[in-house]
T-cell receptor
């Protein structure tokens, strides 16, 4: 059974710092991995999608990497801003169409 | 930019009552999903729907739950007899194709069962 874990559970950084969020999964037979952002009481905003054949994806200040064989993904946020404060979720999709979500990392960027 | 729309944003109901949660997926999407998130817990898959039928469901999605696409635009989740433990944020999502595509989520319906 696929299990997805995210560390750290919470992170607080000063504005301008670069940071890395980690996601690990137990079954490497995934189809893709998606990173989401969740603001308090709100829905999930898709940030990046990495297919199983890809190593990384970039969008603006965000870069996500995938190492399928070791069951790991990282989300790198460059030059963090207070507006980046949110919960970041990773989710993997296996042979079926459902996403299995991690527990999330709560990020606070201090001005 | 197209988005998934969910109504209502909040729903309060008494235990044992039926509720229907409404979703309008993105118009050219073919796959539809419901997920839920109990406060402080992970987002959990409930059901996926394609070609007018359920393609997969989780063990949470028991006989009390049903989904329907009553017309070309709406996608609903019905809970027949709500329990206290059904209290959660319910998210609708859609994707254009299946496995290789991004899922786009709505902003959720917060269901409170009293």
């Amino acid at each position: 059974k696929q299990e997805v874990t995210q560390i750290p559970a919470a992170l607080s950084v000063p504005e301008g710092e670069n940071l890395v969020l980690n996601c690990s999964f137990t079954d490497s037979a995934i189809y893709n991995l998606q990173w989401f952002r969740q603001d308090p009481g709100k829905g999930l905003t898709s940030l990046l999608l990495i297919q199983s054949s890809q190593r990384e994806q970039t969008s603006g200040r965000l870069n996500a990497s995938l190492d399928k064989s070791s069951g790991r993904s990282t989300l790198y946020i460059a030059a963090s801003q207070p507006g980046d404060s949110a919960t970041y979720l990773c989710a993997v999709k296996g042979a079926t169409n459902k996403l299995i979500f991690g527990t999330g990392t709560l990020l606070a960027v201090q001005p | 930019e197209p988005e998934v729309t969910q109504t209502p944003s909040h729903q309060v109901t008494q235990m044992g009552q039926e509720v229907i949660l409404h979703c309008v997926p993105i118009s050219n999407h073919l796959y539809f999903y419901w997920y839920r998130q109990i406060l402080g817990q992970k987002v959990e898959f409930l059901v996926s729907f394609y070609n007018n039928e359920i393609s997969e469901k989780s063990e949470i999605f028991d006989d009390q739950f049903s989904v329907e696409r009553p017309d070309g635009s709406n996608f609903t989740l019905k809970i027949r007899s709500t329990k206290l433990e059904d209290s959660a944020m319910y998210f609708c999502a859609s994707s254009r194709q299946g496995a290789e595509e991004k899922l786009f989520f709505g902003s959720g319906t917060q269901l409170s069962v009293l």
